[in-house]
T-cell receptor, first 113, second 116 residues
């Protein structure tokens, strides 16, 4: 079955550490997105990528970095510069159906300890 | 004023009740409107989508858009305990995903509990 796989499901980070969240899709989607979800905040866009080797900042990109070396993969690194990284992170991709074709992964819960 | 306003709830109803979930928005250029359902610790899944004003029905779910009032609604008839989830409204300026203004703008989500 096609879909988006995010790993790990839960991740714990110590203060000052960088961590990388994995996002892999086998849907052959061109566009991929990273969202952050906090209680009472809805989904906020961190980064997005339309094609391989190209990506753009979203609304809250500070303290995050991404890469898009393969169409299937869009990893997100949460750096030590991110002051409040504890959140639920969601990866998504879209098909040629555009905004009606969003598929989300199951998310990664990151907690700073 | 935020672009999309959605009452976060929580909203608790008895099984079988009619549920009304709502969002208001400020950008009159939004044309595409979606409702997502998100179960706890899962990713959102698209429930319904509509273009411009009007109603759309799918089983127990009805989506309404009133562009003149900048107001969208999701109605759930004969609510079931399995409907317990967070419901997020989302909207977009254009149908096609792409750079710039084609991303989705989400409401904060309303947490719904349907009590047996």
């Amino acid at each position: 079955d096609g879909g988006i796989t995010q790993s790990p499901k839960y991740l714990f980070r110590k203060e000052g550490q960088n961590v990388t969240l994995s996002c892999e899709q086998n849907l052959n989607h061109d566009a991929m997105y990273w969202y952050r979800q906090d209680p009472g905040q809805g989904l906020r866009l961190i980064y997005y990528s339309q094609i391989v080797n190209d990506f753009q900042k979203g609304d809250i990109a500070e303290g995050y970095s991404v890469s898009r070396e393969k169409k299937e993969s869009f990893p997100l690194t949460v750096t030590s510069a991110q002051k409040n990284p504890t959140a639920f992170y969601l990866c998504a991709s879209t098909s040629s159906r555009g905004v009606f074709g969003y598929t989300f992964g199951s998310g990664t819960r990151l907690t700073v300890v | 004023q935020k672009e999309v306003e959605q009452d976060p709830g929580p909203l608790s109803v008895p099984e079988g009740a009619i549920v009304s979930l709502n969002c208001t928005y400020s950008n009159s250029a939004f044309q595409y409107f979606m409702w997502y359902r998100q179960y706890s610790r899962k990713g959102p899944e698209l429930l319904m989508y509509t273009y411009s004003s009007g109603n759309k029905e799918d089983g127990r779910f009805t989506a309404q858009v009133d562009k003149s009032s900048k107001y969208i609604s999701l109605f759930i008839r004969d609510s079931q305990p399995s409907d317990s989830a967070t419901y997020l409204c989302a909207m977009s300026l254009s149908e096609y995903s792409g750079a710039g203004s084609y991303q989705l703008t989400f409401g904060k989500g309303t947490k719904l509990s349907v009590i047996p």
